[in-house]
Structure formats: C-alpha cells, structure tokens
C-alpha cells in the first residue's frame, strides 16, 4: 500500500488526539470500510476452514518447516532494515509452497505468524498496515489452496514431475500474485484516488520480481515435497536474494523523500545536473518548474499536520500522473516541489504548469466531514533563456515564483528577462 507518514497532528476537540492512537481512523472512509472487509473475510475463512480441515502431523511438521525457513530470511536480513512505505521481498517462496502442499486454513496463518515476526523483529510499523498486509496476502493464498487441491487430489504429484500438476501450480501461483496485486492495488487507489491503475500496477521491474517470486515458490514446493530436508538447501539461496533486493531497495529508498515517494531534494539535483549537462551539449531545450501549495500552513492550522501530509501525498501524486516519465520531479522541501522538462521550451512548459496547476486546483483532500481544497503556484525558468547551470536557472524560477505570488496566487509566472545590453561600438573614421 502507500505509504504515508505518521507526524504528529493537533489535538482538537479531541478528535486528533484519537486519530494519533488509532491511525486508521485518519484515513478517508472509504479505504477504512474496504479494510475492515478484507480483514472480516480473512477472520471468517479462518473460522470456516478450521472447523473442517482434517489435522495431520504430517502437514504440521511441513507448516513449521516453511515458517521456520521464512523466519530464518528474516532474522538474515533484520540488520539490513527495511525501506518505509511500500517493500518488497521474496517471502512467497514460503507463502506458496504452503498454498499448494497444505490445507487451505495453512495459507491463511502463513502470513500471520511471518508478519508478526516482521513486526517484532525487523521494524514496527503501523499495526493496521500489516493485519491488512497480512489478510491479503492470506486471501490470496487460500484462493490458490483451494483451486490447486481442487484439480489436484494428492499435493504429493507435485514432486513426480508429471505435467498437470506442475501446469496447476504455475497457475494457482499466478491467481495468487494477481489477487495479491489486486487487494493491494484497490486499497491503494482508495487512499490515492488520483493515481491511475497503471501508476499503481504496470512496473516492469516489480513485474520481473513477481516472476522470480512464483518460480522459487514453485521449486521449494517441489524440493519440500521431495524431501524437507531439501529446504536446507532452498535457504540460502533465497536469503542471498533476499539480501539483495533488500539492499537494492534501501538504496532507492536513500533517493526518495519518504513522505511523498518523490526525488528527495539531493537527488532530484543530481539527475537534475545530468539533464542540464546533456541539454546544454546537445543544444536541446529545457525547463525547470518551482511549484508551491498556496497557503499550506492554513491547511494545517486548520486541520492539522496529518491532513497536511495527505494534501502533499496528493499533490505529488497528481504532479507524477500528469508528467512524462523522463521528467525529473522532486520535493524540494516543505511544501515545495521541483520539476526539470527536458525538451520543453516556453509554450510547452507553460501549458504543462498550468495544466498542473489545473489538476491540483481540481483535486479534493478528504478531513474530518470536509475536503480540502488546494491550489499551486509555479515559477518557469527556461534554459539558455533565463539561465545556463542549475544554480542560475533555479534562482530565475524561484523569482517568477515570488512574483506568481505577489500577483494573487493559484497561476504561472515567468521571470521579467532584461534586454541584453548591445555592446558599444566605436564610430566609423
């Protein structure tokens, strides 16, 4: 899910104080309902699939062996930490050796107890994320269950290598990633409304990891149902992996503001220069943006800081969706953000910031039994025109920016350019 952050609000009439301890009650209504449904429906699944499952030894002695598997990872991979917000790792090559070995009722617990210890032992993060987290990538789990043992009598033909099973299992493994990606996905859309499904599920880089992920569950499901002893081999393998994507992950994440999912400013400057450099060597346009929230300390006297974080969440979700994916957008710092256009003259940056600005004027912060309503004001620097280095060109932005508010707010401005001085020249003996 998306991530926001947890800074502190101010308590008023009480209400603050109660969304402070209990976070999920700040979020909008309707991702708070669809939640509270998900985690309803992993409880009665438990419920229902416990009164009839049948116990064996057998299937408990598999269940702690994979748990102890994806504990291992874990406690592997604690030092390293784990990047705030939306993570990724490789715990479905437990997850779904259990789908397809085991009872249905076994999937819904898989991810209890390797959340839980994820929670203690790795980094506490907002209860509500990982029970939800955790029903859905239960539901996710059971669905497959019940399809695999649906088509497949004996879990145990997996191992023979003969074709249906294996055709099976690719197939409950996929039912199981895409209705992880789906709940995920809607719940992050009813927090985000203005992201669009393709911000949220079209990645080629989680799509490849999602690959990975089915093909080692697959072969662990095959080695454990060979032999569990086979696992010792599966481990370290998949906990080098795990290291690896982990490490990958926190070195994106040094690069993100953790807040808005944006450049933070120090890198935003560094791909910034990058861009300058080409553009000034290949002669190419470029423009730089400096966009501001109109008095945003209102918002948050208003409503307190909690709101004011969703109102950042939501301009810079706005700001990505509407941008090209070469365009470099960062946060600048507070409630400023920093847009670099490669190729874009004057025409072209003016229509993008006010469309921009359009879109955020547009877009509606729900808080308390009100929405919040922002607009933005924007300063264009055009290279070669207003400036030839990041320093020049921001300093220009930053005055159009000045004077965008000077005249009202909610609009774009460009810097007032001087006339070059024409040289002198000496009179003709």
């Not at 790792?89 to 994820?118: E, K, M, N, Q, R």
Request: proline share 5%.
């Amino acid at each position: 899910m998306a991530a926001t952050s947890h800074a502190s609000i101010q308590p008023r009439d009480g209400v603050s104080t109660l969304v402070g301890r209990w976070p999920l009650l700040g979020q909008r209504r309707s991702l708070v309902i669809y939640l509270s449904a998900m985690v309803a429906l992993d409880l009665v699944a438990i419920m229902l699939f416990s009164v009839t499952i049948e116990f064996r030894w057998a299937d408990a002695y598999t269940f702690a062996a994979l748990m102890a598997c994806g504990a291992v990872c874990i406690e592997a991979t604690r030092r390293l930490g784990v990047p705030a917000g939306v993570s990724r790792d490789l715990l479905s090559a437990w997850w779904l050796p259990v789908a397809l070995l085991l009872p249905p009722l076994y999937a819904l617990f898989a991810p209890i107890v390797l959340h839980g210890l994820l929670q203690l032992r790795v980094r506490a993060t907002v209860l509500y994320r990982r029970v939800t987290s955790s029903a859905a990538i239960g539901l996710a789990g059971c669905t497959a269950s019940v399809l695999f043992h649906r088509f497949v009598e004996d879990p145990g033909l997996l191992s023979r290598g003969s074709g249906p099973p294996i055709i099976y299992a690719v197939v409950a493994a996929v039912l199981f990633a895409l209705l992880n990606i789906a709940l995920i996905a809607i719940a992050a859309l009813t927090a985000a409304p203005d992201m669009s499904w393709r911000e949220v599920l079209w990645n080629k880089e989680s799509l490849l990891l999602d690959i990975v992920e089915l093909c080692l569950g697959i072969t662990v499901a095959i080695g454990c149902g060979l032999n569990l002893a086979l696992l010792l081999l599966a481990l370290p393998p998949v906990v080098l992996l795990q290291r690896s994507l982990l490490h990958a992950q926190l070195q994106a994440a040094a690069r993100t503001d953790a807040k808005t999912g944006l450049l933070n400013a120090a890198a935003w400057q560094r791909e910034a220069d990058t861009e300058i450099v080409r553009a000034r060597r290949n002669g190419d346009a470029l423009a730089l943006l400096i966009i501001d929230i109109d008095h945003f300390k209102r918002v948050n006297d208003a409503h307190g800081h909690l709101a004011g974080d969703q109102v950042l969440v939501g301009v810079a979700a706005t700001l990505r969706g509407q941008l090209r994916e070469y365009d470099v957008v960062g946060r600048f710092g507070g409630e400023e953000f920093v847009v670099l256009l490669p190729g874009a003259d004057a025409h072209e940056a003016r229509r993008v910031a006010e469309r921009l600005r359009t879109r955020v004027s547009r877009m509606a912060v729900p808080a308390d039994d009100t929405l919040i309503r922002v607009t933005i004001s924007t300063g264009v620097a055009l290279m070669s025109v207003h400036g030839d280095d990041l320093i020049e060109l921001l300093a220009a932005a930053d005055l159009a920016l000045y004077r965008a508010k000077e005249l009202g707010r909610d609009r774009v401005c460009l810097p007032a350019v001087q006339p070059q001085p024409q040289p002198l020249t000496e009179p003709e003996v």
